[in-house]
């Protein structure tokens, strides 16, 4: 991307090269950044409804789903492509919180949220046809199924999430149908 001619260089910007210096001289050290530029985030990322917790190479998590898609539990007439972005969304809010990229322990545990890890039985799971029904096409749907995930529980080591999971799944099935969907 070209420069925009009307930002000066500043010295601390140039490239420094250990060859080009002089015998003795070492890097000068680093300055300190702060936001001043005008399209600079001064108050820190954004929070609220559909905002979504931006994290480190958060994309790899629809690899890792898909590669684990095999092992998930699905109804019959449910389509993989929607658990498979749902599990995705989770596993990158999971590893945002961390400060790191996906791994397939961010998968499990979404996998163990969302029920997927478990063979439905009866009628157990019949509302995530409709809850997550359609999911890999409307981004709203997945953030909102995302923003009902208490930071708390994504928190969780993936062996404890289970425990909870039956309450978060009334809770989303509530959430989910006071919004309509």
């Known amino acids: 991307m ?42 820190g990322q954004p929070n609220g409804p559909l905002f979504g917790r931006p994290g480190p190479n958060v994309g790899f998590a629809v690899k890792l789903a898909h590669r684990h898609a095999d092992q998930m539990r699905l109804l019959d007439h449910e389509e993989t492509e929607d658990a498979t972005s749902v599990v995705a969304e989770i596993a990158m809010a999971r590893a945002s919180l961390f400060g790191r990229a996906p791994t397939l322990h961010d998968i499990r545990h979404a996998c163990v949220l969302m029920g997927y890890d478990t063979a439905p ?3 157990s799971f019949g509302w995530r046809l409709l809850a997550v029904g359609g999911a890999h096409h ?4 997945r953030r909102r199924i995302v923003s009902a995930v208490p930071e708390a529980l ?8 289970g425990a909870h999971a039956a309450d978060f799944q009334a809770d989303l099935r509530r959430a989910l149908s006071a919004v309509g969907t």
């Not at 409307?138 to 749907?141: C, N």
């Open 2 to 43: 070209a420069t925009d001619p009307f930002v000066a260089p500043l010295r601390g910007d140039q490239p420094r090269q250990r060859q080009n210096l002089a015998p003795g001289v070492d890097y000068p050290p680093a300055e300190m950044w702060e936001a001043t530029r005008a399209g600079d985030l001064r108050a």
């Open 121 to 123: 039985t009866g009628n």
């Open 138 to 141: 409307e981004w709203a749907l």
């Open 154 to 161: 994504l928190r969780l080591d993936p062996d404890e999430v």
